[in-house]
């Protein structure tokens, strides 16, 4: 598949997943009570690695090796000192705890998973911007 192609095709995956945590956000389904902050936080992390893999794929591929860590802290000396990447970056680091979830934690209120959820699409479009 052509570079340009793989491109498009990640971020219309990144784009369904933040449809998909939205839908969870926005609909109540008593089957999923207690389990859609969960799932939303899980799409909304999933999409923010998707389109950082999808950044490094085409800048730097040898970052696909490196942890997470060193991919977003490595992430402005290519992407430049963007507000869109920090904000990112704390996103992830917040899902990252609200994913790893025990039984203790409260979790992230609906308010809050719908900031994230703007933030990663925010980041999908900084990124589809420094990349075009």
């Known amino acids: 598949m052509p570079e340009t192609s793989r491109a498009v095709a990640g971020r219309l995956?990144?784009?369904?997943?933040?449809?998909?945590?939205?839908?969870?956000?926005?609909?109540?389904?008593?089957q999923t009570s207690g389990t859609w902050p969960h799932a939303a936080a899980v799409l909304i992390r999933q999409?923010?690695?998707s389109t950082v893999?999808?950044?490094w794929v085409t800048r730097s591929p040898?970052?696909?090796?490196?942890?997470?860590r060193d991919r977003w802290q490595c992430l402005p000396a290519y992407l430049g000192d963007?507000?869109?990447?920090?904000?990112?970056?704390?996103?992830w680091t917040a899902l990252s705890q609200a994913c790893?979830?025990?039984?203790?934690?409260?979790?992230?209120?609906?308010?809050?998973?719908?900031?994230?959820?703007?933030?990663?699409?925010?980041?999908?479009q900084?990124?589809?911007?420094?990349l075009t």
């Open 126 to 130: 900084a990124v589809r911007e420094a």
């Open 53 to 55: 893999n999808g950044f």
């Open 13 to 30: 995956i990144v784009a369904a997943l933040l449809d998909e945590a939205d839908r969870q956000l926005d609909e109540f389904d008593p």
């Open 47 to 49: 999409s923010l690695e």
């Open 82 to 91: 963007r507000p869109q990447a920090r904000e990112a970056d704390f996103a």
């Open 100 to 124: 790893h979830h025990r039984a203790y934690d409260v979790g992230l209120t609906q308010d809050e998973l719908r900031a994230h959820l703007t933030t990663a699409r925010g980041f999908l």
């Open 62 to 68: 040898e970052m696909q090796e490196r942890s997470w």
